[in-house]
């Protein structure tokens, strides 16, 4: 008995799936910080960014400009199966947002990343 496809193909195709699965999470995970951001057009919001294979750690507290689609074109330009991107805030004041401190986080209980991240696991299952 052999197989009827070769492994190099399937080997392929896997790593096809898993890279949509990659790109499609990371996508919902950078969405879901930006929709849950406490303040549609502030320096918190606008900071949000997507990097792929190392943190990016700049932070401009001056941006004020919608970070979404520039996110989605650097997610979806991904071509790594297995690769990490990172989708993150690195403003002074944004684990104080996260953790509900600073009084901003309004209707946003249970924090801004933590909720997206339980989504993304509810969603996974």
Avoid: C, H
């Avoid at 401009?60 to 997610?75: C, N, R, V, Y």
């Avoid at 990172?86 to 249970?110: F, K, M, W």
């Amino acid at each position: 008995m052999g197989w009827s496809r070769l492994l190099g193909g399937f080997v392929s195709e896997v790593e096809k799936t898993q890279n949509k699965r990659l790109r499609a999470a990371a996508m919902q995970a950078f969405s879901g910080v930006i929709e849950r951001s406490p303040v549609d057009t502030g320096a918190f919001r606008s900071n949000n960014t997507v990097s792929v294979g190392t943190p990016d750690y700049s932070a401009d507290e001056s941006k004020t400009d919608d970070p979404l689609a520039e996110g989605m074109q650097i997610i979806g330009r991904v071509n790594n199966a297995f690769g990490v991107i990172y989708v993150q805030n690195n403003l002074i004041y944004a684990e104080e947002l996260e953790n509900g401190s600073s009084g901003q986080t309004g209707n946003r209980p249970g924090g801004i990343y933590a909720v997206t991240f339980n989504d993304l696991k509810e969603a996974s299952r």
